[in-house]
């Protein structure tokens, strides 16, 4: 797990209702989670969200034009909510939460930290800084 990306990620566990956060690659597997859920459930997450997103863009469609981009998938149960989104290319960012949770909040501070996500990501790691060319 990369422990540079978890703290961010519990950064959207600020809002109130907001349960827990993962962020994964496309392929299905978990870059980062929370510290609120264990690496086995976060990992099974992390692959039943990868299908989510892939049957989501399939249905692009569905709304009336071939070329639809998908941004966001949401889903509802009994007690909560998961919120689903592009976080960059091949990333994915995921959210649970309880019930009651604002909507608006909830989306705007996975926005929020889609687009700190989304600095992280593309920054190229550092060499060897006592390396000389």
């Not at 998961?82 to 608006?104: E, N, T």
Request: proline share 4%; charged share 20%; hydrophobic share 45%.
């Amino acid at each position: 797990m990369n422990d540079d990306l978890a703290w961010m990620l519990d950064s959207a566990l600020e809002i109130p209702g907001a349960l827990h956060a993962v962020l994964i690659s496309a392929d299905g597997l978990l870059m980062a989670r929370t510290k609120d859920i264990g690496k086995d459930d976060a990992d099974r997450v992390a692959a039943g969200m990868s299908g989510v997103q892939a049957l989501s863009r399939a249905l692009g469609f569905f709304c009336g034009a071939p070329d639809q981009r998908w941004r966001q998938t949401l889903v509802e149960f009994d007690d909560g909510w998961v919120f689903l989104i592009c976080a960059g290319k091949g990333a994915y960012l995921g959210v649970s939460a309880s019930p009651d949770v604002d909507m608006a909040d909830i989306t705007f501070r996975m926005q929020q930290l889609v687009a700190q996500l989304g600095k992280e990501l593309t920054t190229p790691p550092r060499g060897n800084l006592g390396a000389r060319s």
